[in-house]
């Protein structure tokens, strides 16, 4: 069963988070230390001040709830997702997948320009905000990819593509394997290619470049990531019982992958933390990092990537093309990680070009 869904945070639990942000205790700090230590104390001071002081969750909350929200429960958990139809009842239908530390938020801008060629269906990850937190082992990018798969069902969509990045870049890649004969292509943003000295491919200058940053990430593998990884319940404590925590937690990853240039605004990380925060899921998200496989998905459709610049790491495409049928390869000098909330023009145009060179448009 699909039921409507309307967004309505307790009183009680905005009443706490003010409490909480105004008995913080914050650590000291090593003059002149900027980032030498980690996240800087004095830009942490100001958005947490904001957050506690001048960022208004309720009017976050309803312009949120002037979309369509819909929850339903697929294999014994709760799936929150946004539906928008497309005007053109012939469109084709689109899942986008986000990741983490993001949100169906990042979705928000390119709801209006992909609603003009796509029926927009937007869930949030099992374990992540509405969705609400897992409560079992098992929920990797797989099973994940089914719900998808079953979610599309009932949506009555029997033919359909799908987009992501992060973790939805994975498990858009798992759906195209699950349900192959519904998924006409997979668009993603994100597609780590790991060196491979058995290859047998040429590489450019460009490319072991690429190569280079994720041989050091491989050997330098960011505390967030083991942490989650290794330990998921360990730093949920914290990031449940200390709104700077998770404050902090999510905004050090949005200053490192993003492109100084986007101009994410800070109601609008906070509105994304907010999410965590306000459904206590910080620990049930991270332990996606323990369950996601580590070995790239396999995709038996059409593939399709954009390469935005200051993204974490950058694909080599001969090293994808070994693995993916890749049909369109793009490549943007603006953007990061979070490319859909970072360069949403880019993003929905390069969506939109690669899905109707499938469909012949």
């Known amino acids: 069963m699909i039921e409507p869904f309307r967004i309505d945070i307790p009183q009680a639990d905005l009443d706490d988070l003010h409490d909480r942000l105004a008995r913080t205790r914050w650590p000291g700090e090593v003059a002149g230390a900027g ?20 960022y208004d969750w309720r009017e976050q909350e309803a312009a949120l709830n002037e979309l369509p929200h819909f929850t339903t429960e697929i294999d ?11 005007a053109n009842p012939d469109a084709l239908p689109l899942i986008l997948t986000h990741g983490w530390p993001g949100s169906f938020l990042e979705f928000t ?6 609603s003009r060629d796509f029926h927009l269906v937007i869930p949030s990850i099992p374990g992540y905000g509405f969705s609400g937190p897992t409560h079992e082992r098992g929920w990797d990018v797989a099973r994940i990819a089914r719900a998808w798969a079953e979610l599309m069902r009932r949506l009555g969509y029997d033919r359909y593509g ?44 460009a490319d072991e470049a690429r190569l280079a940053k994720v041989r050091q990430l491989m050997a330098n593998r960011p505390p967030y990531q ?38 994410i605004s800070d109601d609008r990380l906070l509105t994304d933390v907010s999410l965590y925060w306000l459904t206590a899921t910080a620990a049930s998200s991270a332990r996606l990092h323990h369950d996601a496989p580590r070995a790239a998905q396999p995709c038996p459709v059409p593939v399709g990537v954009a390469v935005f610049a200051h993204d974490i790491t950058l694909p080599v495409r001969p090293l994808a093309e070994r693995r993916y049928d890749i049909r369109h390869w793009s490549e943007f000098d603006r953007g990061g990680h979070f490319a859909a909330m970072e360069v949403p023009d880019l993003f929905a145009a390069d969506v939109r070009t690669f899905f109707h060179g499938l469909l012949g448009v």
Do not use: M
């Open 109 to 114: 801008d390119v709801i209006e320009p992909l």
């Open 162 to 205: 799908a987009q992501g990045g992060d973790f939805g870049s994975g498990i858009s890649l798992a759906l195209g394997a699950v349900a192959p004969g519904q998924v006409v292509g997979v668009h993603v943003n994100f597609l780590p290619t790991r060196p491979d000295p058995d290859a047998g491919v040429e590489l450019s200058e």
């Open 76 to 86: 014994g958990q709760n799936i929150h997702f946004v539906h928008v139809r497309s």
């Open 35 to 54: 980032w030498d230590y980690g996240f800087p104390l004095a830009r942490l001071k100001e958005l947490a001040g904001h957050w506690h002081t001048r």
């Open 226 to 263: 083991a942490l989650q990884a290794l330990t998921p319940q360990t730093i949920g404590y914290a990031l449940t019982d200390s709104p700077v925590g998770q404050l902090v937690w999510i905004a050090e990853r949005f200053a490192q992958w993003t492109d100084p240039r986007a101009g």
